[in-house]
T-cell receptor, first 116, second 115 residues
Framework: DGGITQSPKYLFRKEGQNVTLSCEQN?????MYWYRQDPGQGLRLIYY???????QKGDIAEGYSVSREKKESFPLTVTSAQKNPTAFYLC???????????????FGEGSRLTVL | GENVEQHPSTLSVQEGDSAVIKCTYS??????FPWYKQELGKGPQLIID?????GEKKDQRIAVTLNKTAKHFSLHITETQPEDSAVYFC??????????????FGDGTTLTVKP
């Protein structure tokens, strides 16, 4: 089945360590996104990529990094510079941009990161 | 950028009653308004969306209405069932070309349907 796969589902990290969250899609979508979700808050955009080898900062990019070397993959690295990394991270993809007729976001099941 | 406000933050209804969630937005150029449903421990999933050239859209028990003049859109769920219990998010994409990949989400509404 086509969809978005995020791994790992749960991740524990010690302070000062970098960690990379995986996101793979087989929907042949051009655009991919990373969102952060905190309790009682909406989804906040970390980074997004409209095409391979290109990505843009979202609203809360500080302390995060991404790469888009392949169309199917958009990994997110949470660096030690991120002050409050404990959160639920969601990866999404779409055929086109949200402003277009093909703007529906398809989400993965999320990765829950806990910093000990 | 776009500012989206969603109300209420929590909503509890009896099974069979209707539920209404409202979102307001700030960018008058916004033209696409989706609603997502997120079940516990899962990613959000699109349940209905509306474009600015229509005022209402229905899909079985779910409907969305849009008032462009007042800059608000609402999700209506009729004949609610326990499986409708979830967190619902509205979103509005940013129109400026420099922000074309961004959607601003509301803070979510936790809907509980009591059997």
């Amino acid at each position: 089945d086509g969809g978005i796969t995020q791994s790992p589902k749960y991740l524990f990290r010690k302070e000062g360590q970098n960690v990379t969250l995986s996101c793979e899609q087989n929907l042949n979508h051009d655009a991919m996104y990373w969102y952060r979700q905190d309790p009682g808050q909406g989804l906040r955009l970390i980074y997004y990529s409209q095409i391979v080898n290109d990505f843009q900062k979202g609203d809360i990019a500080e302390g995060y990094s991404v790469s888009r070397e392949k169309k199917e993959s958009f990994p997110l690295t949470v660096t030690s510079a991120q002050k409050n990394p404990t959160a639920f991270y969601l990866c999404a993809s779409s055929i086109g941009l949200p402003t277009s007729n093909t703007g529906e976001l398809f989400f993965g099941e999320g990765s829950r990161l806990t910093v000990l | 950028g776009e500012n989206v406000e969603q109300h209420p933050s929590t909503l509890s209804v009896q099974e069979g009653d209707s539920a209404v969630i409202k979102c307001t937005y700030s960018d008058s150029a916004s033209n696409y308004f989706p609603w997502y449903k997120q079940e516990l421990g899962k990613g959000p999933q699109l349940i209905i969306d509306i474009r600015s050239n229509v005022g209402e859209k229905k899909d079985q028990r779910i409907a969305v209405t849009l008032n462009k003049t007042a800059k608000h859109f609402s999700l209506h769920i009729t004949e609610t069932q326990p499986e409708d219990s979830a967190v619902y998010f509205c979103a509005a994409p940013q129109r400026a070309s420099t922000n074309a990949g961004k959607s601003t989400f509301g803070d979510g509404t936790t809907l509980t349907v009591k059997p």
